[in-house]
């Protein structure tokens, strides 16, 4: 048997190069993914503001309620977050799986975010008359 011979029958395929790449490329998104949803949950600025000049599509990330980062930073009260989250493209009109937005009176943040986003809200979300500065 030549040197050639028993080394061909275990070979991989040429894709499986390219296969290999996209998988890594997708675990890597994946990490990027769980990292910005922990940092807008543990209110690191920095570091989600690192994350989103690195990949600003990570703006878009979801968890596995469908949780986008702003989704996050409205349920936990982080308004620096949000702020810089939205300066990035955050669509504050996005659902989560039980189809709440950040605006939607279900949010725990409607109040906040509607001070953020100019808009007059009371506590349950509703437009109202009165200026909030």
Do not use: F
């Not at 296969?19 to 940092?39: D, F, P, Y």
């Not at 920095?46 to 349920?75: I, M």
């Amino acid at each position: 048997m030549s040197g050639s011979e028993g080394s061909s029958g275990g070979g991989e395929p040429a894709t499986s190069s390219t296969e290999k790449e996209k998988k890594k490329k997708e675990k890597a998104r994946v990490s990027r993914t769980s990292l910005i949803l922990w940092h807008a949950h543990q209110n690191d600025k920095a570091a989600v503001r690192k994350l989103l000049e690195e990949d600003r599509t990570l703006v878009q990330a979801r968890d596995y309620d469908n949780r986008t980062p702003l989704h996050v930073a409205a349920l936990h009260g982080w308004i620096d977050i949000a702020k810089c989250l939205i300066e990035y493209g955050a669509d504050v009109n996005s659902q989560d799986r039980w189809r709440n937005t950040v605006r939607s009176p279900a949010s725990h943040l409607v109040y906040n975010l509607g001070l953020l986003l100019n808009m007059n809200v009371d506590e349950a979300g509703t437009k109202t008359k009165v200026s909030i500065q």
